[in-house]
């Protein structure tokens, strides 16, 4: 069920979420069921906040968004704001840090690479590693998914001139991943950029496929209608 809300339902609409939602309580409890296992030793299952979790961490450290050393408070709050108003201007968070020395051009963003990586290609039983779907390339959706949930902390950031992210609006992310894919497309319609887009793809998951990609201490640092892809 994992799957099909990654590859499907990314960002749905309410009710299509609530239909989702049922559907893997349905099939979560036939499993509990079978296996005799008791709801309250069930570890929590909430993807969605693992991968804020995943991405908040990456985000911190590879963008040089909060000023190194102790700074005054309101010193701290304008970096921030400064930096992060640049990023989502830009889109700079979908290039910089480039991971691809220069041989891509899109969606090459340390950052977007190594969460990526840790949330689908982690060591835990439930990652979508396992599953047929990612392990040839990482599917577009899940791509975007990841995006958006960077947009979304940084945006956070933005909103706070804190380290601290609140809550991620659903419909904001549900706007932002609208917008991306629309932008996607386009680039998937260039023959040449959506190619290459491919081809990084099915690199990323050559390495998170490896043994060793991923430790705990090694992760890498606009509010506009549309992302700055490069044709």
Request: charged letters at 25%; a negative charge.
């Amino acid at each position: 069920m994992c799957l099909q809300a990654v590859l499907t339902y990314p960002v749905p609409e309410h009710r299509d979420a609530l239909q989702l939602a049922q559907e893997v309580i349905d099939a979560e409890l036939w499993i509990y069921h079978k296996n005799k296992i008791k709801l309250d030793n069930v570890p929590g299952t909430n993807g969605t906040a693992e991968l804020k979790k995943v991405v908040v961490s990456i985000v911190k450290k590879s963008y040089g968004i909060f000023p190194k050393g102790a700074v005054a408070h309101e010193e701290m709050q304008k970096c921030v704001t400064a930096n992060t108003t640049k990023l989502l201007k830009t889109s700079d968070y979908l290039h910089t840090p480039d991971s691809s020395d220069g041989r891509w051009k899109n969606f090459v963003s340390q950052a977007l690479k190594d969460s990526c990586l840790k949330f689908y290609y982690g060591n835990s039983k439930k990652a979508l590693k396992n599953t047929e779907e990612f392990q040839c390339s990482i599917p577009v959706n899940g791509l975007l998914l990841v995006a958006v949930m960077i947009k979304g902390v940084i945006t956070g950031f933005h909103e706070t001139s804190t380290d601290k992210v609140p809550d991620l609006s659903a419909d904001k992310c549900r706007a932002n991943f609208n917008s991306l894919q629309k932008s996607v497309d386009n680039l998937i319609n260039n023959p040449e950029h959506g190619k290459d887009l491919k081809e990084m793809l099915e690199e990323w998951v050559m390495t998170g496929m490896g043994d060793c990609y991923f430790d705990d201490n090694n992760a890498g640092g606009s509010d506009m209608e549309d992302v700055n892809v490069i044709l």
